[in-house]
């Protein structure tokens, strides 16, 4: 019986990875099924009973996706609590940037950094029991009370609130108000959305979940 302490792998790593992500073959099209899920570690590594997302892992697969030819499309699973901000913005970024035809299906939740990553794909879906949490930027740690930081939460902010409103059908108004709403979280400010509520705020593009969201994606790739 091997030890607790017992270190792992490089190779227990990459056969990890070779399951996680799974490109499908006996379909109609050739299409790659990418996950999100658990918590979005970034620039600091999580304890290792946290279930995360290692961004530098994500990065490298979108670009290895995107100049394949053999895969004709992208599908985006995320069920996530959020995590690090500028590394799920990041992420965010390069599959709105992406020209191979991408699809999102928020499952269980997409919350905090989740809600840009979900907008970021070209059509969003969410299943009706899914629910989103709209919440302005946090920080844990130290945090120095001078105006710099200040006007670092606030940069940040707008780099959120404009990255999901070009990226979905909500407006910056109302994104905000979301944001801000007192009352509904416990020692917080915002908004827990269920997926029939993202879709009538215009923040997802439809309620659905993977039949719906393969059949759209099959769609784009023979309308492209």
Do not use: W
Request: aromatic share 4%; with cysteine; glycine share 8%.
């Amino acid at each position: 019986m091997a030890e607790e302490n017992t270190p792992v792998t490089d190779e227990q790593v990459a056969s990890s990875d070779k399951f996680r992500d799974i490109e499908i073959k006996g379909a109609k099209h050739v299409i790659h099924c990418l996950s999100i899920i658990g918590q979005i570690e970034g620039h600091y590594i999580l304890p290792p009973q946290n279930k995360t997302t290692k961004y530098e892992h994500i990065m490298p697969a979108l670009v290895a996706i995107e100049q394949d030819e053999s895969i004709e499309g992208l599908i985006i699973i995320i069920n996530t609590v959020g995590g690090d901000v500028e590394a799920g913005l990041a992420i965010a970024e390069l599959i709105s940037s992406m020209k191979t035809p991408t699809v999102s299906v928020v499952v269980g939740g997409g919350h905090s950094i989740g809600v840009p990553l979900a907008v970021s794909a070209k059509r969003s879906f969410i299943v009706r029991s899914a629910t989103m949490t709209i919440h302005p930027v946090r920080m844990t740690g130290l945090v120095l009370g001078v105006p710099q930081t200040l006007s670092y939460f606030e940069k940040m902010q707008e780099r959120i609130v404009r990255f999901v409103c070009e990226n979905s059908n909500v407006t910056p108004d109302r994104f905000t108000e979301l944001m801000m709403k007192t009352g509904e979280l416990v020692m917080d400010v915002g908004t827990v959305l269920t997926g029939e509520e993202a879709v009538a705020e215009g923040l997802i593009d439809q309620e659905g979940g993977l039949s719906e969201a393969i059949e759209y994606l099959y769609k784009m790739i023979e309308e492209g």
